[in-house]
């Protein structure tokens, strides 16, 4: 690698890095302030919050990383031009393929570091961050046990505790079942505990009072008992049972099995392939990106004003093959056997960054096509 590539390469790392961490700093902020104010109104803490964030991130990173490689590819090549850097280098026999080479070299280490997220990270992440969401809302300890706070764990209950000690002890309970409107029901109790049975969680409530309100003939019916059972395993809102998603599949089983992935998930035999070919088609699409971003601003060369010009052109580019991704979906999904069909977005975007640094090396050519 000659010193030109080394140094190139690293001003693109140095700025990949710096465009990255300010897209993942402003996806995890949105997402953060939602994912607080859910938690802790809950009850959760902190560990909680900043593990969901954890788990989080690996997918905050795949969606940012081609913006931001794009976004480095540009900003180098801008920075490069203006100030002649890559006008000497192609004074010194320097041609746009050889310019090209630490771009694309670029583009293959952020393409690893892609295909390791889209293939690894991310689908365990997601899967134990969906995990995670079922147990909170299944914890009986997340949606009742918060001190001194009156809570509403659905629709026409109220729960209130003064103290939770140490033990586990719940002091001063206050619990108001008012779901049947022909008999509201109220229970108090100095001392309760949690537990858990074969048919659901119950709450046994010691040295309490049970009021009875029959609003029809306006009577109030008092008792006082030792200990109660109240089951609450009603109050528990838990999760339909849903089929896994092919979101968690590992790769290699969506492409060698894909028939019990179908079974097990419930998605079609397109769906799959849409999938599995989609981990590959991304890593690539990134090195597509930097190369378009690159070979688009090479084709303005040197100018005082700067290749605004050609940073809007390399954008429509980009959009333009994201959009050539999005037409590609729906016939895949309709039909598996289509899925060649996921890599043509990769392709076109190659195709056009090849066509790109054509134009730049003969640019006497095309600009008397041009004028003509």
């Known amino acids: 690698m000659s010193r030109f590539d080394r140094y190139m390469l690293s001003q693109l790392l140095i700025l990949f890095s710096f465009f990255a961490l300010v897209l993942v700093s402003v996806y995890w902020v949105n997402r953060a302030v939602k994912l607080?104010?859910?938690?802790?109104?809950?009850?959760?803490?902190?560990?909680?919050?900043?593990?969901?964030?954890?788990?989080?991130?690996?997918?905050?990173?795949?969606?940012?990383?081609?913006?931001?490689?794009?976004?480095a590819a540009v900003y180098v090549t801008n920075r490069l031009s203006s100030e002649s850097e890559l006008t000497v280098m192609q004074a010194t026999g320097f041609s746009p393929w050889r310019l090209a080479r630490p771009v694309l070299m670029f583009g293959i280490v952020v393409m690893l570091m892609m295909s390791v997220l889209s293939h690894y990270l991310v689908p365990a992440s997601t899967e134990r961050l969906k995990q995670r969401e079922r147990d909170i809302t299944e914890n009986i300890t997340a949606r009742l046990l918060t001190e001194g706070t009156f809570l509403h764990p659905t629709n026409g209950v109220t729960f209130y505790i003064r103290e939770i000690t140490a033990d586990g002890v719940l002091k001063d309970v206050f619990l108001s079942d008012g779901r049947d409107p022909d008999q509201i029901s109220t229970y108090t109790a100095s001392e309760s505990y949690l537990v858990n049975s074969d048919t659901g969680p119950k709450m046994i409530m010691v040295d309490g009072i049970a009021q009875i309100y029959t609003p029809l003939d306006n009577r109030l019916f008092t008792t006082n008992y030792a200990d109660f059972t109240y089951d609450i395993s009603s109050l528990i809102r838990r999760p339909e049972e849903r089929p896994k998603s092919i979101e968690f599949i590992s790769t290699f089983r969506l492409l060698s099995d894909p028939e019990s992935v179908m079974a097990e998930t419930g998605a079609g035999y397109g769906d799959v392939m849409e999938e599995a070919h989609g981990r590959f088609?991304?890593?690539?699409?990134?090195?597509?990106?930097?190369?378009?971003?690159?070979?688009?601003?090479?084709?303005?060369?040197?100018?005082?004003?700067?290749?605004?010009?050609?940073?809007?052109?390399?954008?429509?580019?980009?959009?333009?093959?994201?959009?050539?991704?999005?037409?590609?979906?729906?016939?895949?999904?309709?039909?598996?056997?289509?899925?060649?069909?996921?890599?043509?977005?990769?392709?076109?975007?190659?195709?056009?960054?090849?066509?790109?640094?054509?134009?730049?090396?003969h640019p006497i050519h095309w600009r008397r096509r041009l004028a003509a």
């Open 36 to 71: 607080f104010d859910t938690l802790i109104a809950n009850g959760q803490s902190a560990l909680v919050f900043l593990e969901f964030s954890a788990l989080s991130l690996p997918k905050v990173i795949w969606l940012v990383i081609p913006m931001s490689v794009f976004a």
């Open 281 to 361: 088609n991304r890593p690539l699409m990134v090195v597509s990106a930097a190369l378009i971003g690159f070979a688009t601003l090479l084709l303005g060369g040197y100018s005082r004003f700067g290749v605004w010009r050609q940073i809007v052109i390399a954008f429509v580019l980009l959009i333009l093959v994201e959009m050539v991704r999005s037409t590609t979906l729906d016939p895949v999904t309709s039909n598996g056997d289509l899925w060649p069909l996921i890599y043509a977005p990769s392709v076109f975007g190659f195709a056009l960054s090849a066509a790109l640094l054509w134009l730049a090396g």
